[in-house]
């Protein structure tokens, strides 16, 4: 059966670009003339796919009555095809069936464990007392690379729009959201190369509206809190003033309604959180995790996975108590506050623990897989019940000293350019490494071509891909970074190049903790409180290595 006539010569017509690729005139956007003709295009054109390398072609002219998936190929010498050079050649004959198939390459699965307030001394593979408390990670540490050189900003908000946008924050910052909705996100760009996208944890990255939800910004599927945590053991926001239910779960696949989808996404309550009993918040969101990593495999085991945790921990862990199995790794600590810092540390550790076994188990046997850890700033130093300690770095989370902003970093999984690496099992020392290059790296990764950087951009301004570098035991292509920027003048500015760094109007010290409260406008549960007195981050901590004497000295100060 012949295609018409009329459709032939409309086709001739609309195919007048020498080696233009079907899809940009089958299936353009809305007012293209060509999607006008699309009923043109699906009735009048066949597909199939080139022996060889697979590539989906759309050939007009000729159906092929006793092979009804095969037309003639779209283009000759450069030239299109007319009806007359379809009839006379058809497509080549795909390989028999008697071929031994190309064995498809494995799936790539990326989980990005963005922890929260983590400190440079609290850290798996650096810490000087909680060596015990990460004691899966420290193992699992001899097969990946650490890198203790990683700089974020230094509040949360700021440093989270940063890696889902892969650019400075203050170029991300909108009106009541926590990033402007023409930037493409981390999830949407892997979104677009095929994989399934989840989030489990803090999000702090808008909730004014549907569009600033994780379901909004590309994520097929989200349990968690928009906000902070009030307690370890609640399913509330801390609005330092009042508290209100803040753990939901959202989907925008059909995953547990049929109807689901970008334009009709569900929500509901995560009553979960409470219900039949009260869940520690880590051992909650581990769950979530490990459901939504063996749904995956259940309903898209053809689809590579992209997991964002954003963990609650170790955010004001010194604050809370966590459950007792936690506290055998820290019977040595004779600080209470330490204690309980160190038992919500093992708790994270379970977490990396429960993931990485998942993706090792035999369900995903057959793929490749990393994990990158990292911290979003440094610890709360300046709250004496915190009990972070970003050691011997000056400075604490809200400072723009090294203990606010540089923080820890590692790489694990099974992946082969990581299993040939040289520097397999040691401490990354090529230089520095921002929390935008994380988001630059993890898209090239999944194949999304333009990495982090849109053209025209500033390379100090947008991510970039560090994974050559960092596997390889390269100099970091990251020269240059800015810190603190626009969002926030009270914090002040930092610009770093090579060894040296800039400090301008650096805020410290009992002048900038008693001063009045300032904020950036999206989120005041992180500046607006009174700190006076409080303050302490910004002395030099002890430089005799004792982190009992680095705590007592906080204390002193308070």
């Known amino acids: 059966m012949a295609t018409p006539s009329s459709d032939c010569e409309t086709l001739a017509q609309m195919i007048n670009v020498r ?31 080139r022996p060889g390398d697979g590539t989906l072609m759309y050939a ?44 498809p390459s ?41 890198i203790n050189s ?41 979104a677009s190369e095929g994989y399934k996208t989840y989030a489990v944890g803090k999000w702090l990255a808008g909730r004014e509206s549907t569009r600033s939800t994780p379901v909004g910004r590309g994520f097929h599927r989200f349990f968690g809190f928009s906000g902070n945590i009030h307690s370890y053991d609640s399913a509330c926001a801390d609005q330092k003033r009042f508290y209100q239910w803040d753990m939901n779960y959202m989907e925008s696949a059909p995953f547990e309604s049929p109807a689901s989808s970008p334009a009709a996404p569900f ?11 009260q869940q520690y918040i880590t051992s909650l969101l581990d769950n979530k995790t490990l459901t939504f990593m063996a749904d995956h495999k259940r309903l898209h085991p053809e689809h590579p996975l992209f997991l964002y945790y954003a963990a609650a921990a170790l955010r004001s862990a010194g604050d809370n ?55 979003d700033n440094g610890a709360s130093a300046w709250r004496e019940g915190s009990g972070g300690s970003n050691y011997p ?35 990354y020392s090529g230089g520095t490494i921002q929390l935008i290059d994380w988001h630059a790296t993890l898209a090239a990764l999944g194949g999304y071509a333009e990495g982090g950087q849109a053209e025209g951009e500033l390379q100090v301004n947008v991510g970039l891909n560090v994974w050559s570098a960092l ?33 301008v109007d650096a805020a410290y010290g009992a002048a900038f903790a008693s001063s009045p409260p300032q904020t950036y406008e999206d989120d005041p549960g992180e500046v607006q409180v009174e700190v006076s007195g409080r303050h302490l981050g910004w002395w030099w901590a002890p430089r005799s290595g004792n982190n009992s004497e680095y705590l007592q000295r906080q204390a002193e100060l308070a």
């Open 19 to 49: 080696d233009i690729k079907p899809p940009e005139w089958c299936n353009g956007d809305e007012a293209s003339p060509r999607r006008r003709q699309r009923s043109v295009c699906e009735s009048a054109f066949g597909t199939w796919h």
């Open 60 to 103: 007009p002219c000729v159906y092929q009555p006793d092979e009804p998936n095969r037309r003639c190929v779209l283009s000759k010498g450069g030239r299109p095809y007319t009806c007359a050079d379809g009839a006379r050649n058809p497509p080549p004959t795909p390989p028999s069936r008697s071929s031994p198939p190309t064995p």
């Open 106 to 146: 494995p799936l790539l699965h990326l989980v990005f464990l963005l922890a929260d307030d983590v400190g440079f001394n609290d850290a798996p593979g650096q810490t000087t007392d909680l060596t015990l408390a990460w004691a899966r990670t420290s193992t699992l540490l001899q097969r990946g690379i650490l």
């Open 150 to 190: 990683t700089y974020t900003e230094p509040l949360s908000g700021p440093s989270r729009r940063s890696f889902l946008t892969g650019r400075q924050a203050r170029l991300s910052q909108g009106h009541k959201e926590f990033s402007q909705f023409n930037e493409t996100t981390i999830a949407q760009k892997l």
């Open 267 to 277: 929500f509901r309550y995560g009553l979960e959180a409470v219900y039949p009993e």
């Open 321 to 375: 108590s966590h459950p007792e199995r936690l506290y055998d790794a820290c019977a040595s600590l004779t600080n209470a506050v330490r204690r309980n810092v160190c038992a919500a540390a093992a708790g994270l550790d379970e977490s990396v623990g429960a993931v990485v076994r998942l993706l090792e188990s035999p369900s995903y046997a057959a793929d490749e897989h990393l994990l990158i850890m990292s911290s």
């Open 393 to 427: 770095l000056r400075g604490d989370k809200s400072e723009i000293f090294e203990g606010g902003v540089r923080v820890f970093s590692l790489v694990l999984g099974r992946h082969t350019d990581l299993t040939n690496s040289a520097i397999l099992g040691t401490t």
């Open 471 to 503: 596997v390889g035991g390269l100099p970091s292509p990251r020269r240059e970074m800015l810190i603190s920027v626009d969002y926030n003048r009270a914090l002040g500015v930092a610009y770093r190049a090579g060894e040296w760094k800039l400090l």
